[in-house]
Structure formats: structure tokens, C-alpha cells
Nanobody, 123 residues
Framework: QVQLVESGGGLVQAGGSLRLSCAAS????????LGWFRQAPGKEPEFVAG????????YYADSVKGRFTISRDNAKNTVYLQMTSLKPEDTAVYYC????????????????WGQGTQVTVSS
């Protein structure tokens, strides 16, 4: 089992920034990917960003490319999502996830999930 705990969500004005963190514990291994998804009310989960085990490859949804940056600190088993130039449409519950192997934009491919953290962007 792997436990994921997100933090860093909150309320921010449009154009502002937030940094989300996700700490992994339990049976964590170096060869796993970490990622972020988000879900707005009444919508399907949406892939936001993912990063492979080495940290050498990262992936982004088109909607956040150039504004969000994913990074990881393997020594701390932690993944970060730096969000800048936030827009009201970024409002959602953000979930951290992990999976063996390479990152994927398909939420069904991910093995473990955190409890989520709310991000609200006001206009």
C-alpha cells in the first residue's frame, strides 16, 4: 500500500500562484511515476501533469502547459505542482496519484490516490 497526502490548496485570485505538495509513504519505490489530476463538480477527472520516476520526463495537459510545473524530490518522496497565472477554470479538487512505470494521462492507469485538496480561483 502507498499513502498520498496532498497539501497547499486554497483560495487565490485569478493571476495568482499556488504550490501543491504531495507526500508519499508506505511501500514507495523509486521506479514509480507521480501525477496530478483534478476534478471540477459534475466533470470527469482531468489529467493535469505527470512526472516519471527519474524526474527526467514530465507531461502536461495542454490547458496548463506553460503555467504549471511538476517536480519531484525522491529523497523526500514528494511531488510538487507549481501553479502560476491561475484562471477561474483551474478551480477543482486536485488529486495526487502514483503508478508503477511511466506516467499516463488516463486516470484508470494510476494505482493509488490521495484524498484531494481544493483549489479555488476567484475572478
Amino acid at each position: 500500500q502507498v499513502q498520498l497526502v496532498e497539501s497547499g490548496g486554497g483560495l487565490v485570485q485569478a493571476g495568482g500562484s499556488l504550490r501543491l505538495s504531495c507526500a508519499a509513504s508506505g511501500r514507495t519505490y523509486i521506479s514509480y511515476s507521480l501525477g496530478w489530476f483534478r476534478q471540477a463538480p459534475g466533470k470527469e477527472p482531468e489529467f493535469v501533469a505527470g512526472i516519471d520516476w527519474s524526474g527526467g520526463r514530465s507531461y502536461y495537459a495542454d490547458s496548463v502547459k506553460g503555467r504549471f510545473t511538476i517536480s519531484r524530490d525522491n529523497a523526500k518522496n514528494t511531488v510538487y505542482l507549481q501553479m502560476t497565472s491561475l484562471k477561474p477554470e483551474d478551480t477543482a479538487v486536485y488529486y495526487c496519484a502514483t503508478k508503477w512505470g511511466s506516467a499516463s494521462s488516463n486516470y484508470a492507469d494510476w494505482n493509488y490516490w490521495g484524498q484531494g485538496t481544493q483549489v479555488t480561483v476567484s475572478s
